[in-house]
């Protein structure tokens, strides 16, 4: 209970900085399956729903680490970004959070070829955008081909190298179905068309894609046809949505008919954890994202409910710089795989939000294997007796050497997830009893992104994840030909280039679950066990707690949240 008091007592002298909030107390919130269901009674004689009917109206007060640097859905790589958009915008199918697999949306049915170059997609006829305009074949042209391939007149840049690689045009043979094809086959463009995380490919009218990326930072020009059309945007500060009327194809699979039951919606973007904690206890907002890990157990015992969903893709992991020294050797990346307690973390950093990862796919993704009983274990004699093997020395300081070069491992990461920062310093730590001196950079996404453009020649490790919901994400991440987190060439010592290029390269061959699974297997023996390329730390979550009268809030297949089913009972 002493971190909550403080974190209060934190937030006070804050409050004066944010005066969007209005009302909020306790939570008590269960999730099921990705969907929200209640219980509890509101005392304050407000209009309650206790028989679990949804009340219409009100407005919601949503806090969030990030902020949107521009409304435009299309461009935004973090969370904030990526939530905020998912909400204005929607998608061809709908990924089902549990079992992965694709449902309709503003596709109503679909097929693809044999070889996995052509997928049809045959599409509602009763959908608008917020303008007016209809949503139709031309409009899902227009929206790939400028996502892939962007627009210099425009300042539009290119979005579509790790979603649509390969991607030649989307034929419109009639109003209402869209063939979008390939160069090569593309199995994993399936759960693309459902994909709602970093610059995902939301639907924009036919208005705003004229717009230059300057005229785009107004929000009232930035139309997608979704549940909510924005209403202003203030950056660092708030986005505020409004419902859309009218609204009526949420994807069957929410059972959720006609518009959003909220009047409103307000985004507010507040950096500390402690603020947004302290925010929730006094009433100024009835949600937070991104709550703080010793704020956990401290909101829960107050009667806040914490729910969580891990994030698909990748785990948050060290890709390992196959170019650089020291990381170009082998037995330096191995050491550094079995170099760390995996338990100290877990009892020490994580909550029971997270897991400690035991592969480079989190365990929610399709084709996930676990590898904790083989090379992610923590064998600090092993990985010693590797370094020894290979010529790495200790000096006076503890530090090994070798030619005259200390094992100095240098580190870039992000501090956007809260357990980012003391994960990797307790992995610090273990590292230097066994040699190895890793130099931490964490920083904010901005900073970060500056610096990852130097990443082959400046740093050993980039540290982050990669949010995909299919084993794919593991061919658009690590083959040469594609994301190369760990710069591999024809020269990368004792790696055989052609073979992770062609292993990784099958993920996108077949659509055959059993065929896939055994490509994924392949895939992370490959990345992990014999060339040792990734060290996979944690998988990451995102954590909400919200106040009892909040209701239908729900988690997508990426951890996004959607708002259209969201409810308040005490309709404020």
Known sequence: MSDLRTSIERAAPQRKKWPWIAGAVAVLLVVVSGFALTRGDDSDGAPAAGDGTPVRGGTLQFALIDYQRSPDPQ?????????????????????????????????????????????????????????????????????????????????????????????????????????????????SFLQA???????????????????????????????????????????????????????????????????????????????????????????????????????????????????????????????????????????????????????????????????????????????????????????????????????WKKGSDGIRVKDGKKLVVKLLGINNLVVNKPAYESIQQDLKKIGIDLRLTVLPIPDYSAKVAKAKTDWNVTAANRSRNDAAVLNLQYNPELGNASYLTKDSTGVDLDEVTKALGKLELTLDPAVRKRYAKAAQDLLLDKYALVNPVYNPSQVIAQADYVHGIIFDAQSRNHFVDAWKSNGK
Do not use: C
């Open 75 to 187: 461009w935004g790589t973090n969370y904030a970004e990526s939530l905020i958009g998912d909400n204005i915008t929607d998608k061809l199918t709908w990924q089902d959070p549990d079992t992965g697999k694709i449902t309709p949306w503003l596709a109503k049915s679909w097929e693809y070829n044999k070889d996995l170059t052509e997928f049809t997609f045959h599409l509602r006829s009763d959908v608008t955008f917020s303008d007016g305009t209809p949503f139709d074949s031309a409009a899902v042209k227009a929206n790939f081909d400028q996502y892939v391939r962007g627009d210099k007149k425009l300042d539009i840049l290119p979005n579509g190298a790790t979603l649509m690689p390969g991607y030649i045009e989307t034929r419109t043979p009639d109003k209402h179905t869209a063939v979008v094809r390939f160069k090569k086959p593309l199995a």
């Open 193 to 391: 068309s459902s994909f709602t995380a970093n610059a995902g490919p939301g639907f924009l009218s036919p208005s705003t894609l004229k717009l230059s990326a300057k005229q785009r930072t107004d929000p009232t020009k930035v139309i997608g046809t979704g549940p909510f059309a924005y209403k202003s945007w203030k950056p660092q500060a708030n986005t505020v949505v409004v419902k859309r009327k009218g609204y009526d194809w949420t994807p069957p699979a929410l059972g959720h008919k006609g518009d959003a039951y909220l009047d409103e919606i307000v985004f507010n973007t507040v950096p500390e954890a402690s603020v947004r904690s302290g925010s929730l206890v006094s009433g100024e907002i009835d949600a937070t994202l991104d709550v703080g890990t010793t704020d956990e157990k401290a909101l829960a015992d107050q009667g806040f409910k914490i729910t969580h969903r891990s994030v698909s893709g990748t785990s948050i992991l060290f890709n390992l710089n196959s170019q650089l020294f020291p990381t170009n050797d082998i037995a330096v990346r191995k050491a550094i795989q079995l170099g760390w307690d995996r338990e100290a973390i877990k009892k020490t950093v994580l909550t029971d939000s997270y897991s400690v990862a035991t592969s480079v796919l989190g365990p929610s993704v399709r084709g996930y294997e676990d590898h904790s009983d083989s090379v992610l274990k923590y064998e600090p004699q092993k990985a010693g007796q590797l370094l020894d093997e290979a010529g």
